[in-house]
Structures are given as structure tokens and as C-alpha cells.
């Protein structure tokens, strides 16, 4: 009896030496990351405020909670995340116009934000009304569709060229996704390639989304590869297009555009990051983008970024490079509209 007990009082003494270890590296780490970064005086004194632009448990919602722990203990200040989902990624932008240019109200948005402006959904302007600060995430698309569907199997494994053919005999194959433009331009590009026809599903809800198809309610689905890993893991989803021009590490065995089928053609991406009002003081702005890359360094999120197979491409981008990329999205938008003969805003026509 005395041994039995002993036995455990040594592991949880273990347990707890362990985890002193471990937290007092990590604050030795945003230490000497603090150290590093000057901090503006007067910011900040109270805890600061991210806007998510979609649903808890998505892509974005997943990326602003690996920033959290390493930047907090940098700033060091609570970040308080907000969901605000809806409306294709529009629904949070008038609390983020509304709050005041100082730095404590952070914007999370995707690709989106340029797509809705060429579009006129939006007056915000991605570069002339916001100031950027990282993107932290940056990764290719994939088809899935449910793993077991015998519809799409061949030789017992889900195939692409299946799914082409049962959808050129059945038009108009539903699709979930976000319904938001990056997905749309690549998929009617994708129509356009094979001879096929999506009916484009929106769920604002990530679960909702993967169940969808889990659940056999709809065929296929449109989404990142690091956002659904563990359904594809637990062999509840299979990917079979990579929307991509080559083949990607996690997916080896799924066909690609270019590498498979002569598609000479730069599909658009999903990307994440984190932006501020214009107007906010330069200070801030750099404070915070300095803090943003070192909690995006940090070995927290490092690993978060291979569990979610975000590391097909180089992720970080600073605040000049975010700039580049939203610019190259404004342009890309614009003249994959004219060519699809969809309507953009009429400056920009």
C-alpha cells in the first residue's frame, strides 16, 4: 500500500518539475523577445482587442490562437479574440471602422478583403485605409470529398478523374466552401479546364462546412489542406485535386494541375493576417509588427504551422510584403473578373 501510494505522488512531482521547466522556457524566450522590441510609451496598458472575420474553430480562428500565447507574453497585455462571422467576411468590418486608429482594435482577415473591394462590396480599401501588420498564413487549396464515397473510388482509392466523370454526367455538383471570391475564381477556372459545373454551397461555419460532407449531405468540399488534416488523418475526408501546379508534401499521392495535367496556370491562395486602421501611430504599427514576428518565430507556432501543414509555402510576410501581396491580389482580381465577365467597381473598370 505504501509503495502504491509513493508511486504516484513521484510522477505528479515529476509532472510539475516538467512543466516548470517548459514555462519558464517560454518566458525566458518572450523575455528576451521583449528585450528586443522597443515599446512605444503609453502602449499598451490594457488588453487588445482581434477582430475574427469568421467562425470559431476555421482556418482563421485557429491562426489568431496560435499567435496568442507567444504575443502576450511579449506585449504583455490580454488579447481578446472576437468572432464575427457573416456576410462572406464583411459582417466584422464596422466595428473594426468604428473603433478608434490606436492600435487596439486588430483586424484577422483573409484574401477576401481584396476581392470584396474590386467587387464594390466594400469601400475599405486593403492598402489605403489599413495599415498592415504580418500574414501569417499563407497556403494552397484542395478538393475533398468524403473518404469512403464509392462514387468517387477507383481501385479503392478516391480519384479526381472519377469525380470529373460522375460530375460531367451529373451538373451543377454542389461544393461547400465560404462562397467568397478566391474560391469562386479558382473554381470557374477549374470548370473551365475539365468541361465541369460546381453549384457553389456557403457555410459561414467551419463544422458545419466539414460535416457536410463527412455526413454525405453534399459530395465535395473546398478547403486549405492544413484547416481539415484531422479529418484526413482520422480517414473521414480524402483529398483528391490539389489546386496547386505541383504536388504538395502532405498530399503526395494527389494530383495537381500542372504536374499532372499540363495546366500552366498560378491558382490564388488563401491567406491570414493581422491589419490596424490607418492612422495609426507609426510606433504602434512597428511595435506591433515587431511583436507579431516574434510570436510568429516563437516554437509555439512554429509547430502549429507544420501540424496544419501550413509550411507548403513560406508563410510570414512583413508589413511591406502583406502590401505586395494585396496589390498583386487587387490586380489579379481585377483581371480575372473582366475575363469571367463578373462586375467590379466602377473606377477600377
Not at 500574414?135 to 468517387?152: L, T, W
Request: proline fraction near 7%.
Amino acid at each position: 500500500m505504501y509503495s502504491e501510494r509513493r508511486i504516484p505522488s513521484k510522477l505528479q512531482t515529476l509532472h510539475r518539475v516538467l512543466a516548470g521547466v517548459v514555462a519558464a522556457l517560454l518566458t525566458g524566450a518572450a523575455v528576451q523577445a521583449a528585450a528586443e522590441v522597443k515599446k512605444p510609451s503609453n502602449y499598451p496598458t490594457r488588453p487588445i482587442t482581434v477582430i475574427v472575420c469568421y467562425g470559431k474553430g476555421g482556418g482563421s480562428d485557429q491562426s489568431v490562437v496560435a499567435l496568442q500565447p507567444p504575443a502576450e507574453k511579449i506585449l504583455p497585455v490580454k488579447l481578446n479574440k472576437i468572432n464575427k462571422p457573416g456576410g462572406g467576411g464583411i459582417n466584422c468590418l464596422p466595428d473594426f471602422m468604428q473603433a478608434p486608429a490606436d492600435g487596439y482594435t486588430i483586424l484577422e482577415h483573409i484574401d477576401t478583403l481584396p476581392a470584396r473591394y474590386v467587387e464594390g462590396r466594400i469601400d475599405l480599401h486593403p492598402i489605403k485605409d489599413m495599415e498592415s501588420i504580418l500574414v501569417m498564413n499563407i497556403a494552397p487549396n484542395a478538393i475533398f470529398v468524403k473518404a469512403d464515397d464509392e462514387r468517387f473510388l477507383e481501385n479503392g482509392k478516391p480519384s479526381w478523374d472519377k469525380f470529373v466523370k460522375w460530375a460531367k454526367a451529373n451538373p451543377g455538383v454542389k461544393i461547400a466552401n465560404v462562397n467568397i471570391p478566391m474560391e469562386l475564381v479558382n473554381g470557374a477556372m477549374i470548370e473551365k479546364f475539365f468541361g465541369i459545373k460546381f453549384t457553389q454551397v456557403m457555410f459561414d461555419k467551419p463544422a458545419e462546412r466539414y460535416g457536410a460532407v463527412i455526413g454525405g449531405r453534399l459530395p465535395a468540399l473546398w478547403e486549405q489542406p492544413g484547416d481539415v488534416m484531422e479529418h484526413v488523418r482520422a480517414g473521414k475526408l480524402a483529398p483528391i485535386l490539389t489546386v496547386w501546379p505541383e504536388r504538395i508534401s502532405v498530399f503526395p499521392d494527389t494530383p495537381a494541375l500542372k504536374q499532372d495535367y499540363g495546366i500552366d496556370w498560378q491558382p490564388l491562395v488563401r491567406w491570414r493576417g493581422l491589419f490596424v486602421k490607418k492612422g495609426t501611430p507609426e510606433p504602434i504599427v512597428q511595435y506591433l509588427e515587431k511583436v507579431f514576428k516574434h510570436a510568429y518565430e516563437s516554437d509555439h507556432h512554429q509547430a502549429f504551422l507544420k501540424r496544419k501543414a501550413m509550411t507548403i509555402v513560406s508563410s510570414y510576410r512583413d508589413r511591406e510584403g502583406t502590401d505586395k501581396l494585396l496589390q498583386n491580389d487587387l490586380d489579379t482580381y481585377v483581371e480575372a473578373f473582366k475575363s469571367l465577365g463578373w462586375d467590379i467597381r466602377s473606377e477600377l473598370r
